[in-house]
C-alpha cells in the first residue's frame, strides 16, 4: 500500500509547509533562530556585505537566489536595492522561489515589476487544492452537504492511496504560464535577456538537475515541487522535486557557467533550537534541515574574497507567510541598501548600466513576439476518448486570438472536475499556418478514480439529547470512457442509511444527462406534545427508487441542474414506545404504505463556500405528484411541494445570511410528518429536532455572524455571531397562521475546521427551551 500525504485546506498547508522542505524556510520557532546570528553569513575566505573591495574592472556577474518560500519574496527587495546601486548581473542561477524570481527577473521583468506583480497576487488563495465553489459543477457542490469529509482516500490499481500533494500548484502554474508567455518560443535559457538557469533535483535518483532549455514555466515550477506539499513534475522523462534537496544556494552552477564574481542571497533559516527536538515531528524537521544546511554551508565555502554573501534578516517570518509578501520585500530592500558600499564594486556607470538596461529591454521586446491566433487543440496525458469529450469545451477558442484569461477561465473549469491533479497549458506555433497550437497538460489525479471520503457529524443539547453519524462516500469517476459516474453513500449511527446512483451524461458536451438512483433508511423519529415532552418513539424504514433526466444549468454545471423524472417508494412506520397516558391507539402509527409519481426539482447554488459563506445564494425547489395506497386503506392521490432559499450578503467585515424554507403534503399518515420538520440549531433554535412537524411548514432565519483576526491552524476561520429564527409546522390547512409562529434563536462562536463547521451555541425559545448546543459535521 502507498501511502502519500493527504491534500488539506490552507490551514494545515500552512503547519505542514515550513518542516517539510528547509530550502523553502522552517517553522516559526526555528526562524526566532535567525535573529541571534549575524545579518550577513560567509565562508571564512569570503567578505561579508559590510567588506567592500576596491574598485576593478567589471568582471562577469552572477546572481544566485536561494529557496524559501514566501521568505523568498526578499529577493525582489534585493534586486531593487541591485538596480538602484546599477548593479548589472549577467547570470541568474535560482533554486525553488528563488527560481521564481530569478526566472522571471531573467525574462525581463524589472524590481519594480515584480514587486506590483507579487504584491497583486492573493498567495493564501493560490494553493488551495479546490477551484473557486462556484464554478464547481452542481454535482460536486452537493458533496459540499453530504459530508464533510474526516479522511480522504483514493482507490487504484487495488490499493488505497493517499493525495500526493498537501496543497495545489494549478494556479501557480497558470501565475507562472503569463508571466513567462513571451518566453514561450526561446530554444534555450540563454536567450532571454539575462542568462538563467533552475536547479531541481531528480526523485528518481537524487541528483541535481540545472535547467537550461524547454519550458520556462515548467521549469520555474519542477524547482518548486516541494515533496508531499506539491506534487512531484513530470519534465522531460524526469520526476523533479524541490532543488534545495540538492542544492539550495547553488554557486557551483553559477561558477561552472563561467561566473567570475557571484552575489549569492541566503534567505534560509538556521536549524531549530533545543526547545523544538521533543516531538516526532521536530526531530524529522531537523534532520531534513540538517541535511539542507550541510548543502548550503558547501556552496557558502565555495565563495572567494571577491565573492558577496547577502543574508537578509528576516526575523521571525517564515516560509508559509505569503500573506505578507510586502513586508518581506520591504525587509530585503532595506537590508540591501545598508550594504550598498559593499554593491558598489560590482556598481557601472550610469551610461554603461542605461546601455545593459536598453540592451535586456530590446531583447525581452525581441521575444515577446505576438500571441496569433489558436488553429489548434490538442490535449496530453488524456486518451483520444477522453480528449473529443473535453476538447468540445475548448472549441470555442478556435479562431479566436489566444486570450491568456480566457483560456486561464477554461482551464479552471477542468480543474473544478476534480479529475486532475495537473491542469496546465502552452501555446506552439504551428510553422505550417503561422497560427498558435493550444497544447493541454492533464494528469489524472495518481489517487484516483475511486475517491473514498469518511466523515462525522454530531450535536448534543446538554440535557441527554444528541445525535452521532458515520458517512462514508464512494465517487467512481469515468466508470466508462463515456464519462459514467458512479456515487455511493453509507450512513451509520442515529440514522442507518444506504443510498447509490449512475449518472450518464449524453452526448459529447454532457450538459443533459439522465441518472438512476435508490436508497434505504432506516431512523427513529420522536413525537412530542404541546410542552415539549417526548410522547412516543417511532421507527421509519423507507426505501426508494427513481430515474431522470436532467439538464445543467451553466457551463459543465456551474450554475445548477434541473430534473424530471419517475420516483416510487415504499415506507413504513412502527412504534416502539410510548409514554403512559398517551391517549392513541398503536395502529394509527403503524402505518405502511408505497407512492408512486413524477418528480421535477431545480437547483442552483453560488455560494463561495459551504459553510460560513460570505456571498452567493443556494435555491432549490420540487414538486412531486402521484397515487398513494395506504395498506388495509384507501388509494388517494397525493402531492408535495417544497422550496429553499439562502442568500447572502457581506458589507465589509460583517456578513447577513437569510434562509427561506417552505413545505407542504397533502394527506400524509401521522407516522410520516417527520419529513417536514423543524427543530435543532438554527433550524428553530430551542426546540427539539424534528419536534415540531405537520404537512405545511413555514421557517425563516436571519444570520449574522463575523469572522475573527485569529488564524488557530485548524480551521480556515473562526467566527462570532447570531441568529433570529421564526416558523412552524401545521397538521391542517384549517391550522396555518402566522400569528402562531414559534420563535428561538442563538449565539454562537463557530469554525470552519477540515471535519466540517463547529458550532458551540447558547439557544433559547420563548416555548422551547434554554441551553448549550454543540454541533459538529453536516445535519
Request: aromatic share 8%; hydrophobic share 40%; charged share 20%.
Amino acid at each position: 500500500m502507498r501511502l502519500r500525504l493527504p491534500r488539506p485546506s490552507r490551514p494545515l498547508f500552512l503547519l505542514v509547509l515550513p518542516f517539510l522542505l528547509p530550502g523553502l524556510g522552517l517553522s516559526a520557532a526555528t526562524a526566532q533562530a535567525q535573529d541571534k546570528l549575524p545579518q550577513a553569513q560567509a565562508a571564512p575566505t569570503a567578505p561579508t556585505a559590510q567588506t567592500p573591495l576596491p574598485p576593478q574592472p567589471r568582471p562577469r556577474v552572477a546572481l544566485v537566489l536561494s529557496g524559501g518560500g514566501a521568505r523568498g519574496f526578499a529577493h525582489v527587495g534585493v534586486i531593487k536595492a541591485l538596480e538602484a546601486a546599477r548593479v548589472p548581473v549577467d547570470l541568474i542561477v535560482g533554486t525553488s522561489m528563488g527560481a521564481i524570481i530569478g526566472g522571471l527577473y531573467a525574462s525581463g521583468m524589472t524590481g519594480e515589476q515584480l514587486e506590483r506583480e507579487i504584491l497583486s497576487v492573493e498567495w493564501n488563495g493560490l494553493f488551495n487544492t479546490r477551484q473557486p465553489r462556484q464554478i464547481l459543477s452542481q454535482r460536486r457542490k452537493e458533496e459540499d452537504f453530504e459530508l464533510s469529509p474526516v479522511l480522504l482516500l483514493g482507490f487504484r490499481d487495488g490499493e488505497f492511496r493517499l493525495p500526493t500533494g498537501a496543497v495545489s500548484s494549478r494556479s501557480l502554474e497558470m501565475l507562472l504560464r503569463r508571466y513567462t508567455l513571451p518566453t514561450r518560443h526561446l530554444s534555450s535559457f540563454d536567450a532571454l535577456p539575462t542568462r538563467f538557469r533552475a536547479v531541481a533535483t531528480d526523485m528518481e535518483t537524487g541528483q541535481e538537475v540545472v535547467m537550461d532549455r524547454g519550458d520556462l514555466a515548467a521549469a520555474l515550477r519542477g524547482s518548486m515541487s516541494v515533496p508531499g506539499v506539491f506534487s512531484p513534475l513530470g519534465l522531460d522523462g524526469r520526476i523533479l522535486g524541490d532543488g534545495g534537496l540538492v542544492n539550495n544556494l547553488p554557486v557551483s552552477v553559477a561558477r561552472e557557467l563561467g561566473a567570475e564574481v557571484i552575489i549569492a542571497v541566503n534567505i534560509g533559516t538556521p536549524l531549530a533550537g533545543r526547545e523544538t527536538l521533543y516531538s516526532l515531528v521536530g526531530i524529522t524537521t531537523q534532520m531534513v534541515h540538517i541535511l539542507t544546511e550541510q548543502n548550503v554551508k558547501a556552496s557558502i565555502a565555495m565563495l572567494t574574497p571577491r565573492d558577496l554573501l547577502l543574508t537578509p534578516p528576516l526575523g521571525k517570518l517564515t516560509s508559509a507567510d505569503f500573506d505578507q509578501a510586502k513586508e518581506l520585500v520591504r525587509l530585503g530592500n532595506e537590508y540591501a541598501q545598508t550594504v550598498v558600499a559593499a554593491l558598489e564594486r560590482f556598481s557601472v556607470g550610469e551610461r554603461e548600466y542605461v546601455a545593459w538596461t536598453a540592451t535586456r529591454r530590446t531583447q525581452s521586446e525581441l521575444n515577446a513576439t505576438r500571441v496569433g491566433t489558436i488553429s489548434g487543440i490538442r490535449f496530453e496525458g488524456v486518451d483520444e476518448a477522453r480528449a473529443e469529450r473535453l476538447g468540445v469545451g475548448l472549441d470555442h477558442l478556435k479562431g479566436q486570438r489566444a486570450d491568456v484569461s480566457v483560456i486561464e477561465h477554461d482551464m479552471e473549469a477542468l480543474a473544478a472536475s476534480g479529475d486532475y491533479e495537473r491542469v496546465d497549458y502552452r501555446l506552439v506555433r504551428d510553422p505550417d499556418s503561422g497560427g498558435e497550437d493550444l497544447v493541454v497538460g492533464l494528469r489524472e489525479n495518481n489517487w484516483g478514480p475511486n475517491y473514498l471520503r469518511v466523515g462525522i457529524d454530531l450535536r448534543t443539547d446538554f440535557r441527554g439529547e444528541g445525535a452521532f453519524n458515520l458517512r462514508i462516500s464512494h465517487n467512481r469517476h469515468w466508470l466508462t470512457p463515456s464519462g459514467t459516474e458512479w456515487r455511493n453513500r453509507v450512513q451509520l449511527g442515529e440514522t442507518l442509511g444506504l443510498y447509490s446512483e449512475i449518472y450518464q451524461p449524453l452526448g459529447l458536451t454532457g450538459s443533459t444527462f439522465v441518472a438512476g438512483y435508490g436508497d434505504i433508511t432506516v431512523r427513529k423519529v420522536d413525537l412530542y406534545d404541546s410542552e415539549s415532552r417526548p410522547l412516543a418513539r417511532i421507527q421509519r424504514e423507507s426505501l426508494r427508487l427513481g430515474a431522470d433526466i436532467g439538464w445543467q444549468i451553466g457551463r459543465q454545471g456551474s450554475v445548477g441542474e434541473m430534473r424530471l423524472g419517475v420516483v416510487t417508494s415504499a415506507r413504513q412506520s412502527e412504534l416502539e414506545l410510548v409514554q403512559p397516558g398517551f391517549d392513541i391507539l398503536p395502529e394509527v402509527l403503524n402505518v405502511h404504505w408505497r407512492e408512486a409519481g413524477v418528480r421535477a426539482a431545480v437547483m442552483a447554488d453560488q455560494l463561495d463556500f459551504a459553510n460560513f459563506p460570505s456571498r452567493g445564494y443556494r435555491a432549490f425547489g420540487e414538486v412531486v405528484v402521484g397515487r398513494r395506497h395506504v395498506r388495509d386503506g384507501e388509494r388517494s392521490s397525493f402531492a408535495r411541494v417544497e422550496g429553499s432559499f439562502t442568500g447572502v450578503r457581506s458589507i465589509g467585515e460583517h456578513t447577513f445570511n437569510m434562509g427561506l424554507r417552505f413545505a407542504h403534503a397533502n394527506n400524509i399518515p401521522i407516522g410520516a410528518i417527520d419529513e417536514y420538520s423543524l427543530g435543532g440549531f438554527q433550524n428553530l433554535s430551542g426546540f427539539r429536532s424534528g419536534q415540531v412537524a405537520g404537512n405545511y411548514l413555514a421557517f425563516g432565519r436571519l444570520t449574522y455572524y463575523r469572522r475573527l483576526p485569529w488564524n488557530v491552524g485548524v480551521a480556515r476561520a473562526l467566527f462570532v455571531g447570531g441568529s433570529i429564527e421564526a416558523g412552524n409546522a401545521w397538521l391542517d390547512r384549517r391550522e396555518v397562521s402566522f400569528s402562531n409562529l414559534l420563535a428561538g434563536g442563538s449565539l454562537f462562536v463557530g469554525a470552519d475546521t477540515g471535519i466540517g463547521p463547529l458550532y458551540l451555541s447558547v439557544v433559547s425559545a420563548p416555548k422551547g427551551f434554554t441551553g448549550l448546543y454543540l454541533f459538529l459535521g453536516r445535519p
